[in-house]
């Protein structure tokens, strides 16, 4: 008897859900909810994948050598990260695990690590599955998805605030077409099992989209959130004024099923109060306009301005309650550009979902991280979501890049 309840005990100690911690690790979260601070002080921490076996790998921006993966391990089921691995230099910001393969995608390139069951690092340097892919300081970082079936989804995000023949200079026209459309401001498919593709070798699979790293495939579909347009009121003053520029420019979702979809940048923008699509001020818009934004498509939700959206995922865990299996979590980096009225979007956002469609309005989810109210500065913030990942638990890691924060969110009603 004295064996038996020996290794009920040693069972039951292997098996305890982690503690999370008195103050949720400084984050504010629904009725139910809890969260423990995994992992800290990681560096610009962008998005993350985790294993079955509940090991992590996190992409880390940087310059000089200070980018790559940071790969992860709780050693004794505390919950608490206390085994670290780096490896890899370059600037990151999409991760994904696929086949045996660690996908991590740079600034101009794709590459994967063959990775060995058990193990933390890979023991060979990368494979190049695309290279040469556009990219710039601005809007140069990439997020990725897989459809399962055999393709790598890309985003290669515009150079450009709305394709001004002067960037972001006073009333400085658009240019049209805009040229930059023909390599930027899209997503590309690729073959995620061919080496040395260049971007030619890649279909553009969606165009007239500014910057988007939240992509993600979900039943059937690629879904996009991204970076609506900024400055209409310094850009345009007299047509626009702040307050318009802070809220109006919706950061739009977009559901996308098959190649050649058009939505719209850098000639139009969606307005989050009117629920349309208006022609920009660089193209003869005065806010009211719409023009030839009729013929672009549509998106699915919207958000509001400025927050920027960096990652989403669909929960298809069953550990959270039943409304958000089948949602999307996404993290919005927050603004900088809502002067002078204060930030926002220091947040991890709810949309739930039904079927293939949003089911209503979003919700924030995960807050805390601007550190105080009301924020006017964005450096000023205590922390900023970056990536998204469900734990094999059903379990919500989230990602920031301001010190290498790592959260893991449990439902304990």
Not at 94 to 109: E, F, K, P
Not at 372 to 393: C, E, F, I, S, Y
């Amino acid at each position: 008897m004295r064996f038996f309840l020996s290794v009920l005990a040693a069972a039951s100690l292997a098996f305890a859900a982690p503690k999370c911690d008195p103050d949720n690790g400084g984050l504010q979260l629904p009725a139910g909810f809890c969260a423990l601070l995994a992992a800290d002080n990681l560096g610009p921490a962008r998005h993350l994948v985790v294993a079955p076996n509940g090991d992590a790998w996190v992409a880390l921006q940087g310059r000089n050598g200070t980018g790559g993966v940071v790969a992860l391990r709780d050693s004794n089921g505390d919950g608490k990260f206390d085994v670290k691995e780096h490896f890899g230099e370059i600037s990151l910001t999409g991760i994904a695990l696929r086949n045996g393969y660690l996908y991590v995608a740079g600034i101009h390139t794709v590459e994967r690590y063959k990775m060995t069951p058990g193990e933390l690092k890979p023991s060979a340097a990368p494979e190049t599955v695309v290279e040469d892919l556009e990219g710039y300081r601005e809007h140069g970082d990439k997020g990725i998805a897989f459809d399962g079936k055999g393709s790598l989804y890309v985003n290669v995000g515009a150079p450009s605030n709305a394709c001004q023949a002067r960037d972001r200079m006073l009333h400085s026209p658009g240019q049209d077409p805009c040229p930059i459309l023909e390599k930027h401001g899209g997503v590309w498919k690729f073959d995620e099992n061919r080496l040395g593709q260049k971007q030619d070798d890649g279909v553009r699979f969606a165009t007239g989209l500014r910057q988007f790293p939240a992509l993600t495939w979900h039943d059937g579909a690629l879904y996009i959130v991204m970076n609506n347009r900024d400055q209409l009121d310094v850009l345009w003053p007299g047509m626009f004024t702040a307050k318009e520029n802070a809220t109006r420019p919706a950061e739009p979702m977009y559901r996308v099923t098959t190649a050649g979809a058009n939505f719209g940048w850098p000639y139009c923008f969606y307005d989050y109060q009117q629920k349309k699509l208006f022609l920009n001020p660089e193209y003869g818009g005065d806010g009211k306009k719409v023009g030839r934004c009729t013929q672009f498509e549509l998106p699915i939700a919207a958000f509001p301005a400025h927050w920027a959206p960096v990652d989403v995922m669909f929960y298809s865990g069953t550990q959270f309650p039943a409304k958000y299996r089948g949602g999307a979590f996404i993290a919005f980096h927050g603004s900088w550009n809502r002067a002078p009225e204060p930030q926002d979007g220091y947040n991890v956002t709810f949309q739930p979902f039904a079927k293939d469609n949003p089911s209503g309005k979003f919700e924030i989810f995960a807050s805390g991280f601007a550190g105080k109210t009301p924020l006017m500065a964005p450096n000023d913030a205590w922390a900023r979501a970056d990536g998204v990942a469900q734990g094999p638990d059903g379990s919500l890691y989230i990602t920031d890049s301001q010190k290498g924060k790592i959260w893991r969110v449990f439902y304990r009603p």
